[in-house]
């Protein structure tokens, strides 16, 4: 059992996907600086694509990604001729470079598409890029996967597929605004299998309105006997002020802190009874799973798609809001959809905003990734006195210990894992209200 220390988890900090994170990006990053990063991308450079869907059949009241209702299909042929556009940009500008290992479908909802639409898109991309035989990865709304789906899945080869699961408890399922029966995931977890899908993930969340401790481990019960290859349990970031949709949600009705903390704890514990391993501060893996041998061989990563074992610095965002990561910077595309069509109409990259990675951003950024994924990472020769001070609090508590210059967490340091990284953070300040609570 972890224990509680409410003290050490007031102060708001980032879920770290990036570093910088996502509140610092600004105008200063535009279509021009994208374009010189990917004229410097050598021949064979290993590149991975992210596409983004920004459309859902339904909106979920708690979700913060960029997502809105599918509507009328000409929506999504618009879309789509954009995102067409925009592939055969940013292909011209790499000429060939770059190999392209991974190719991965988010949203939104990948599969709010026509399922031939879909294998018109991976076509393009696979052409486009020269891509062969590259691992795909699909976020697939349960609720909406089509026989025809199914079929596409198993012909396009996807391997990694993840579920917008979050509870299996009706009334919570009601509370958010997201109701999909028990059967129907279990049922498409078997036809996945069929389908060829080697890694499957489910999303999972803690600290949802309604939700206790039973609701919870009933949820990761009926979970582990489906045995899932991965798992993420979240907890949910309730931050209406930023997310409109949040207003819906009765904020009575959320757990509080040391309600939060028990149902990580007990996830936490829960899952590693069913043989899961644990991989980094949200996410749990079966041994035979390439996440946890990254995990247990210190290749974990962490991108904006969260916990990784996939190691390249060249991940390139297509589509509304996606984030392009590379060495120098990160660039992110229009959020808006009409904005985003329009850059594309108008001839050029829709990158709205990002952030240069500057020696000491990037120095920074691997400390805080090798905390969040390795549990342990080389102190900076100089600390301030702040924090110095910040680092005492936990190791007086034995969550950490700081011998030899080396930072290393103790198991029992597991949830405050993101609020130890924050200590190494000089932007935080700036940005805090913007941050959800650490557990």
């Known amino acids: 059992m972890w224990t509680h220390y409410p003290e050490l988890l007031q102060r708001p900090v980032p879920r770290y996907t990036s570093y910088p994170t996502a509140a610092d990006f600004d105008d200063s990053v535009g279509p021009d600086a994208l374009t010189r990063?990917?004229?410097q991308i050598g021949k064979g450079t290993a590149l991975s694509?992210?596409?983004?869907?920004?459309?859902?059949?339904?909106?979920?009241?708690?979700?913060?990604?960029?997502?809105a209702r599918a509507g009328k299909q000409s929506r999504l042929a618009a879309y789509l001729d954009a995102l067409y556009r925009e592939i055969e940009m940013l292909s011209g500008l790499l000429?060939?470079?770059?190999?392209?290992?991974?190719?991965?479908?988010?949203?939104?909802?990948?599969?709010?598409?026509?399922?031939?639409?879909?294998?018109?898109?991976?076509?393009?991309?696979?052409?486009?890029?020269?891509?062969?035989?590259?691992?795909?990865?699909?976020?697939?709304?349960?609720?909406?996967?089509?026989?025809g789906w199914l079929r596409v899945i198993e012909l396009a080869?996807?391997?990694?597929?993840?579920?917008?699961?979050?509870?299996?408890?009706?009334?919570?399922?009601?509370?958010?605004?997201?109701?999909?029966?028990?059967?129907?995931?279990?049922?498409?977890?078997r036809r996945l299998r069929s389908a060829g899908v080697q890694s499957l993930n489910f999303d999972l969340m803690y600290g949802l309105p309604g939700q206790d401790l039973t609701s919870l481990v009933d949820t990761l019960t009926h979970a582990a006997e489906m045995k899932p290859d991965r798992i993420a349990l979240f907890g949910y970031a309730h931050v209406p002020n930023v997310i409109v949709r949040q207003r819906r949600i009765d904020a009575a009705a959320l757990p509080d802190e040391a309600e939060r903390f028990m149902m990580a704890n007990v996830g936490h514990d829960y899952l590693i009874t069913q043989s899961y391993r644990p991989v980094g501060f949200d996410h749990f893996a079966l041994p035979h799973d390439p996440m946890a041998t990254a995990a247990r061989t210190h290749r974990l990563h962490r991108n904006f798609q969260g916990f990784t074992d996939d190691d390249t610095e060249h991940l390139i965002g297509l589509g509304a809001s996606a984030i392009s990561q590379l060495p120098g910077l990160y660039a992110q595309n229009a959020k808006n959809i009409g904005a985003y069509r329009k850059a594309i109409a108008s001839?050029?990259?829709?990158?709205?905003?990002?952030?240069?990675?500057?020696?000491?951003?990037?120095?920074c950024g691997a400390?805080?990734?090798?905390?969040?994924?390795?549990?342990?990472?080389?102190?900076?020769?100089?600390?301030?006195?702040?924090?110095?001070?910040?680092?005492d609090r936990f190791a007086q508590r034995g969550l950490i210990s700081t011998s030899m210059g080396v930072l290393r967490l103790k198991p029992a340091a597991s949830p405050y894992a993101r609020t130890i990284a924050a200590i190494f953070d000089p932007r935080l300040d700036a940005h805090q209200k913007r941050f959800s609570a650490p557990v």
Not at 100 to 116: K, T, W
Not at 347 to 363: I, T
Request: charged residues 25%; aromatic residues 6%; contains cysteine.
């Open 37 to 39: 990063a990917l004229l």
């Open 49 to 67: 694509l992210y596409v983004h869907i920004p459309f859902c059949d339904e909106i979920c009241w708690y979700c913060g990604c960029n997502t």
């Open 95 to 147: 000429d060939g470079r770059g190999r392209v290992r991974r190719i991965s479908f988010g949203g939104g909802s990948p599969n709010a598409l026509d399922p031939l639409d879909f294998v018109r898109l991976l076509g393009d991309l696979t052409v486009a890029f020269g891509a062969e035989e590259p691992l795909i990865s699909l976020e697939i709304d349960p609720r909406r996967l089509t026989p």
């Open 157 to 189: 080869r996807v391997t990694n597929a993840s579920l917008g699961v979050q509870t299996f408890d009706p009334v919570v399922q009601q509370a958010i605004g997201r109701v999909q029966p028990l059967d129907v995931v279990a049922t498409l977890t």
């Open 347 to 363: 001839g050029r990259l829709p990158v709205e905003r990002g952030v240069w990675r500057d020696a000491e951003s990037r120095a």
């Open 367 to 391: 400390l805080i990734l090798d905390i969040l994924c390795h549990g342990e990472a080389a102190l900076p020769a100089r600390l301030s006195a702040r924090q110095k001070e910040q680092l």
